[in-house]
């Protein structure tokens, strides 16, 4: 299972982007997927998850700026950020909570990035 982060870019404070994620691969099913991010010098944190039935969560300090949604088919998540600060700059990362066959246990999957940098 691979997911694959798109939509990165450089931007000014106050614009938006919006990322996208597509998981492919061997999926036998995707429980939930979600985006991560790492600042610099910063530990990884979460951003926003959404899970196959649609509920959502999000990091307290982006709701309301940031909003997570999924296709119908559930293999691509998309991150709309708005009213984008400095102190979003990082490096986003896209997850999926799947199985590659009945049975099987939920595995966590990482996408590789991508970046994000909000000017001032």
């Known amino acids: 299972v691979q997911p694959q982060a798109s939509g990165g870019g450089l931007v000014q404070a106050g614009g938006s982007l919006r990322l996208s994620c597509a998981a492919s691969g061997s999926i036998f099913s995707i429980n939930s997927m979600g985006w991560y991010r790492r600042a610099p010098g910063k530990e990884r944190e979460l951003v926003a998850t959404i899970t196959s039935g649609g509920s959502t969560n999000y990091a307290a300090s982006l709701k309301g700026r940031f909003s997570i949604s999924r296709d119908n088919a559930g293999n691509t998540v998309y991150l709309q950020m708005n009213t984008l600060k400095p102190e979003d700059t990082a490096v986003y990362y896209c997850?999926?909570?799947?199985?590659?066959?009945?049975?099987?246990?939920?595995?966590?999957?990482w996408g590789q990035g991508t970046q994000v940098t909000v000017s001032s």
């Open positions: 997850t999926a909570g799947a199985r590659t066959a009945n049975y099987t246990p939920v595995r966590d999957y």
